[in-house]
């Protein structure tokens, strides 16, 4: 049906998958000299810079490898710098790392933002089981999600999407990296520690949470005798790496 193409760098790593159409004939897939995020940034989030994409590789020895029907076919391939840019091969390196992080960054974000959806259909199931039974109970069950809520929307709020976000401006600085072949300067690498920093923090609130937070509102709700409510099982966000 297809037919798998995987670009490995000199250390054995893929830096990138590609497919091409498996049936009879010459096909041509193109390789834009990039490395992938294992979660693209939205379309929409690039702002004046269009739309993002992860960094290009660094000029190097590189192999493709080709796989179909069971059988797999190699070939090497030198990626070489374009001799008109005037950069070195530290600031090329740096802003390729730089570009990665940012990649992992909104990787992190993506499934926070995941696990905060169903989060809310959560809440919203709890609620809706809670207001079935008798006033007494309904009260209380209503008191404990109120504060349940109050926390977690303070955390939610910090999954959002677009600028102003701790994600939003990883992906602007991303814009910006791409705009010049030069080393991350001393302001951008600031901004990168702080975003990283922010959004590691949020994580770990939520991963808590999720973990420590609604399990013991589950408890008291049952204790209420006001939830009887299967929880929803949301994916923990998972701290960049």
Request: proline share 7%; no cysteine.
């Amino acid at each position: 049906d297809s037919v798998a193409i995987e670009v490995v760098d000199s250390a054995g790593n893929v830096v990138r998958h590609l497919a091409g159409p498996g049936g009879p004939g010459l096909h041509r897939v193109v390789w834009d000299l990039r490395n992938e995020f294992e979660v693209p940034p939205p379309p929409d989030e690039g702002g004046w810079f269009g739309t993002l994409h992860a960094p290009y590789v660094l000029p190097g020895k590189y192999t493709v490898r080709i796989s179909a029907g069971g059988h797999a076919e190699t070939q090497a391939v030198d990626v070489k710098i374009d001799p008109r840019v005037r950069t070195t091969p530290a600031a090329l390196r740096a802003r390729m790392l730089a570009g990665m992080q940012i990649g992992d960054l909104n990787r992190a974000s993506s499934e926070g933002a995941k696990a905060v959806k169903a989060l809310e259909a959560e809440f919203a199931a709890l609620r809706a089981v809670a207001a079935q039974h008798a006033p007494a109970a309904a009260v209380s069950a209503d008191s404990l999600l109120h504060a349940a809520s109050v926390k977690f929307d303070s955390i939610a709020g910090k999954f959002r999407s677009g600028f102003g976000a701790p994600v939003g401006r990883a992906l602007d600085l991303l814009g910006a990296l791409e705009a010049s072949s030069l080393a991350p300067s001393e302001a951008q690498q600031r901004t990168l520690r702080h975003v990283a920093a922010e959004l590691t923090a949020d994580v770990n609130a939520l991963d808590a949470f999720i973990a420590r937070d609604m399990p013991a509102l589950r408890t008291k709700l049952g204790a209420a005798g006001a939830a009887e409510v299967a929880p929803v099982r949301p994916p923990q966000g998972g701290a960049p790496r």
